[in-house]
T-cell receptor
Framework: KAGVTQTPRYLIKTRGQQVTLSCSPI?????VSWYQQTPGQGLQFLFE???????NKGNFPGRFSGRQFSNSRSEMNVSTLELGDSALYLC????????????FGPGTRLTVL | AQSVAQPEDQVNVAEGNPLTVKCTYS??????LFWYVQYPNRGLQFLLK??????LVKGSYGFEAEFNKSQTSFHLKKPSALVSDSALYFC??????????FGAGTRLTVKP
């Protein structure tokens, strides 16, 4: 079974731009969760999507948004990028919503200049 | 709100010795507790979880963790450390959803 894939793996943007990251979950998994990892704040939960619906949302500004498609692939979008958005963005997939073990993808390293 | 503390930024052990990585948690209600490991430039790998049942949970790669409700702890242990266990370890807590709160991480170094 293929694992969780995230594209792109690396991304460089400038302040004010917007970016879209993609996550393809393990086949058959319907839940995708997104996390931001930075040296200062550590790992923080962004949001979870299950069956195309946002189930949970962390404490992030509205510039961070996401969606999930009918094939369970998920995208997250960050608008009006700030320097502090530079981070490793991880997604995790699980079969159902709930306390998941979380099969994590390798992450997308976003650098904002 | 739930939270996790990993009191040690760094743990150093010699290969073959037992290792312990500490984690304490705070959550209202029953906790769902997790341990993950992260290698350089890699995502998180699941090691083990506690939801209910036996307080001693066995996981991947010979790791185990003991849930202690009275001390609100969930320490990660391994009887005999390997050099390849050197990595960053994260403890996480959830109230039953995917809004997991992670600790700051503990860097484990196993020396030959």
């Amino acid at each position: 079974k293929a694992g969780v894939t995230q594209t792109p793996r690396y991304l460089i943007k400038t302040r004010g731009q917007q970016v879209t990251l993609s996550c393809s979950p393990i086949s058959g998994h319907r839940s995708v969760s997104w996390y931001q990892q930075t040296p200062g704040q550590g790992l923080q939960f962004l949001f979870e999507y299950f069956s195309e619906t946002q189930r949970n949302k962390g404490n992030f500004p509205g510039r961070f948004s996401g969606r999930q498609f009918s094939n369970s692939r998920s995208e997250m979008n960050v608008s009006t990028l700030e320097l502090g958005d530079s981070a490793l963005y991880l997604c995790a997939s699980s079969l159902n919503s709930g306390p998941n073990s979380g099969y994590f993808g390798p992450g997308t390293r976003l650098t904002v200049l | 709100a739930q939270s996790v503390a990993q009191p040690e930024d760094q743990v150093n052990v010699a290969e073959g010795n037992p290792l312990t990585v500490k984690c304490t948690y705070s959550v209202s209600g029953n906790p769902y507790l997790f341990w993950y490991v992260q290698y350089p430039n890699r995502g998180l790998q699941f090691l083990l979880k506690y939801i209910t049942g036996d307080n001693l949970v066995k996981g991947s790669y010979g790791f185990e963790a003991e849930f202690n409700k009275s001390q609100t702890s969930f320490h990660l242990k391994k009887p005999s450390a390997l050099v390849s266990d050197s990595a960053l370890y994260f403890c996480a807590v959830s109230r039953g959803d995917n809004d997991m709160r992670f600790g700051a991480g503990t860097r484990l170094t196993v020396k030959p």
